[in-house]
Every structure is written in structure tokens, then in C-alpha cells.
């Protein structure tokens, strides 16, 4: 742009300054809008926290071991006064999630201690025991999971830990991640996503569209065979759900329509079948015999009378709905919420009475966590048998509490930084409490490291102690140099199992180079040994050296980056005080030599 006068393009600049910058801000502002303050949003801080639930050890706090090569998450675990406590029967999850080191089905005891965690590479999810022909089974589903589905397979652990039945669907489908239940039947209650064809005009769509249907069989374990299927778009009209159909869904196969979302299958005892469909905010109980729908609780459709003020009836987007005959009532999971741009509502633990002839229902108890969190999604709600203990998990929300019947707090317990629970980074789809033999095949894992050695054994539930023992030894083979660990151990000391990981001292006056461990019951019968240990005489001096090399090379480090600091504030000052000279400036010019260039010709 050309001004006729400098005076002139100053102030047609500093005129459309001010308009920039406003604009700059402007747009500033609206990216944070945007981007940065539904991050803030997420951040869940209060008044009262632990450092723990500040992050101060971490998203997901966890341990590791010398003897063992996972890590299991630290738990907090908090009792009111008063209150009864955790029930002391195992803990079976699955975390998973950034803030996990190995994600995997995992046992803890009531104490937050490690019993046994398998590393899966795949997502695991829907982890418990089960009872299948008078015996408990590990059960777990392992596969690839894509927004919010499965596609995988069912396992069976024994009690050695051995994969004894491997289930899949029947017909070409695969697995989901959701439900695995194991029926009074003793039949395999699972659930699968079918990607089919569907006239999508109804909800806005089109007309050659895809949704996800939601189906559930019922399998024999034993042989794999097919003894029920049932298909929801068969039986429901899709224009009843809750869930939007976007510009981006319903198009391809690939990105079918969610609009049923089955999450759990449970079975009653006159053998008809209960379903959650999340997106209907509906649970259905289906005939046995024609897979007709027999009534609905809740949703668009609901048939019961709300004799609670809708309390009963007005679960949304839930998870784990679960018969409870010898009550007359049901437990679920009740959300609340899809997403975070859902309205704030608190996610709650439901038990409701069900007067079936009459359609009638009633809240029998809500439970919700101490901080009133919103579950975004998964899960579940479980009576603990025996006792009047409600248990509720809280899903992406890492977190399970235990409440009383009227819904006192008995026991909270965090597996990640509540306030940080938002964002996802520890979550398990469901957590659930039961009893648990292990007894598992491998030996027992042992290192030697200075002094001390540190032993565990991964699923072993039965070691009530640790006994130092060392070994009378020959070579009994000259060729081969063979030892013979068959002579009589001679017994140094006992120790007592404390937490997965026990460290036991080697006495100083040991002078046998060779030891083992014997894992005791609380008997005092033998379990297992570990492998023969041995202490090595260098180790400690090999230790020195290596921790002296790392201290040199960090005393190095830190004079290195001293050095750089002082370089770069002595330089720093005389390049800022340094001016660049002009090479064109004025030189001062004594008369004479003016009167020389005024007579100069040229």
C-alpha cells in the first residue's frame, strides 16, 4: 500500500492495530472456549481431599516388586467410624487405561494387597468368579475393543490358573466384551453386535442403513451348542431409543447405528431371560419360549407404575441389571449419563422391589458414591451374600464403595485420583467380590538381592508362611557335576507371609551358600519350594560400584548444566549492553577543509 505522506500511513496503521489485536483476542478466547475449558470442566477438585485423590502419587498409583515383574495399583481405602468395614472376601477386577502399567484381570484382598494379576496385551474385561458344575471359575473376556463393543473371546480359568474352557459365539460373530454369565443353569448367558441392514428414514437416516443389533445366546459350555438366541430388532421398534443418530452413523457397516447397546443378560429362576439395553434406558424381561417382550421397566415403554415418584422407573444410559428372586427385586447400575455434556446428575446404585402382576415399582434403596460422582459409563451393583452389604463400582470412575442394606457407607475405595476421575485414565468395567482358591502350578518366585530376600508366588492363595531352610549337598556326579538336593534340609527360620511380596533376612550367621523357601499353609503342610537361592559374595561390592559410577555421572550432569548457567549469565549482559554501530554517521568537519571542497571543481 502507498502513502502519500509518512505521517499519514503511521496513523492508517495504528488505526487497524487495535482492530487486530481485538481480533486476535477474540479468536484467542475462542479456541480456549473450545478447546481448552471443556478440559478444565473435567477436573473434579474439592475441598477435603487426600493427596492421594489429588494425584500426588499419580493417576494411578501403583507398586512394583523385586521378585515379581508387574506392578498392582495402590489402593486408598477409607472406613467411616463406626462403619463395618470392607468385606473381607477378594476383589476381582481389571483396570485398564493410560495410567495403568499392565492392564489384566487382577484378585486383591480386602487390604489392597496383590493376590494374582495376569498381563494381557489385548483389553480384558467383565473379570469374576463363577460357579460351573460345583466348581469356581476365573471368567474374562479378551479382544479388541472399538467404541464401546468387543470383538473376542471368553475364557475359563480353574483354579491352577489353566484356561479350561474357551467360549465363543455360535455363527459367524464375534465375542463382546459385555456380559459372560454363567446361569443356575449352568449355562453360558453372552451377548454379541451384529452390523445389519435396517431403513433408517424413521430417525432422519437412510434408507438402505446399518445399526448395531443387539443380541444375547444362551450356550451349552460343555459342548458349544446353541440352545437360545434372540434378536432385539425382531421384537422392538428402534424409534424408541435415546440415542442420536449423527450425520457420521448409519452410512457404512463399518459405522452402524448403536441404537440398542445390549449390556447385560441374567436369567431368572422360571428360566426367562432380563436384558439392559442402555440406550432404551430400559430393562426387558423376554419369554423363554417365543422371546416375546413380557414387560418393560423404564424408558419410552416402560409398563410399570412408579410407586417411588418416578425414583424407581427414571434410570438412564444403565449398566448390569440383575435378578434377585429371593427378594423380588432387581439391582442396576443407574448411569445417569452418556457423556460429560450430559446434564450433572450423580450415577446410584438401585435395588427395586418388582410387583410384576400388578406392574408396580419400588425403590427399595439408591446408593451413591461419598463425592456424588457422574459414571459416564460402565458399572455394576452386587448384594454380597451373607451379609447385607450392597457393593457398588463405579466403572470409568475408579472407585467401589460397600454400603448397608439402608444405604450407609461402609467402605470406599479408590484405585485411581478421584479428582482426576473425568478423564478415564484408571477405569474397570465392573468389580465384584468373591470367595477364591487359588493354587496355581508355577513355583515360587525368588531373588536374592544383598541381605534380604524377597519372595512371592502369583495366585497362590494358601501360603500362610515362608521357612528359610538350607540344603546338605554333594557331587554326586563327577561327570556332569550334578548336586543332589535330596538330602535332609536343615530348617534356619519361619516367616510369616505379609503381602504378596514377603522380604525375609538372611541371617548373618548362615555359612551355607546354598538355601531355598518352602511355602507353608496354615498347617504348617509344604506347599511348593522355590528353586535353590544362593547369595552372591560380589553382589554388594558390584552394587557399590555401580552406585559410586551413577553418582559420578550424575555429580557430572549437574556441574555440566552449572557451568552452563554461569556461562550463559556472564555472556548474556554484554551481548544485551553490546550496540551495533552504524556505518553510515556523521562526521564533524572543520572550517578549512569546508572552504577545500567549496573550491574543489568537481
Known sequence: MYCASPRRCLEHRRFLFWPAIASAIVGLLYLLYVFLLPQLLRFDFRFGLSWYDLGAHGFGPSRGYVSFENESPVLEITEPEGSAGCDSRYTFLAPRGDSVPQSGPMI???QGELVWMKHNW??????????????DFLTYW????????????WYMLDSTYTPRYVINPVGNYGADLHEFHIST????????????????????GPEIGWIYDGLFQEIDIATGDLIFEWRASEHLDINITYHPLTASAGNRRDSA???????????????????????????????????????????????????????????????????????NALTIFDNTAHSGDDPKSASRGMVVSLDIPNRQATLRGEYHHPFHIQTVSQGNVQLLNGTNHVLVAWGHSAAYSEFSADGQLECNVHFGASAYFNFGRVVSYRVLKGEWTGNPQTEPDAVVSGDMIYVSWNGATEVASWRLETIDFSINNTITGELDLGGDAVTIGEYAKTGFETEIPIPSDLDSPIFRLAALDADGNVLEFTVPLQRDSDESSTDDVLDLHYLIVGIAIVAGMCGL???VYRIWPSCRGRRRRNEYHL??????ERNDVNRDPH
Not at 123 to 133: G, K, L, W
Not at 587 to 592: G, T
Open 565 to 567: 548457567v554461569a556461562a
Open 142 to 153: 479378551e479382544g479388541d475393543q472399538v467404541e464401546g463393543r468387543g470383538y473376542g473371546t
Open 122 to 135: 489385548d483389553t480384558t474385561q467383565d473379570f469374576r468368579v463363577q460357579q460351573y458344575r460345583g466348581e
Open 108 to 110: 486383591l484382598d480386602a
Open 587 to 592: 562526521v564533524p568537519v572543520r572550517e578549512h
Open 185 to 204: 443353569d449352568e449355562t453360558a448367558l453372552v451377548t454379541i453386535y451384529d452390523p445389519t441392514l435396517a431403513d433408517l428414514t424413521s430417525m432422519g
Open 257 to 327: 447405528f448403536d441404537y440398542f447397546h445390549i449390556n447385560s443378560v441374567d436369567k431368572h429362576t422360571d428360566g426367562n431371560y432380563l436384558i439392559s439395553a442402555r440406550h432404551f434406558h430400559a430393562v426387558f424381561c423376554v419369554s423363554k419360549d417365543t422371546g416375546e417382550i413380557l414387560w418393560t421397566l423404564g424408558g419410552k415403554a416402560n409398563d410399570f407404575q412408579d410407586l417411588s415418584d418416578g425414583k424407581a422407573t427414571d434410570f438412564a444410559w444403565q449398566h448390569d441389571a440383575r435378578w434377585h428372586p429371593e427378594i
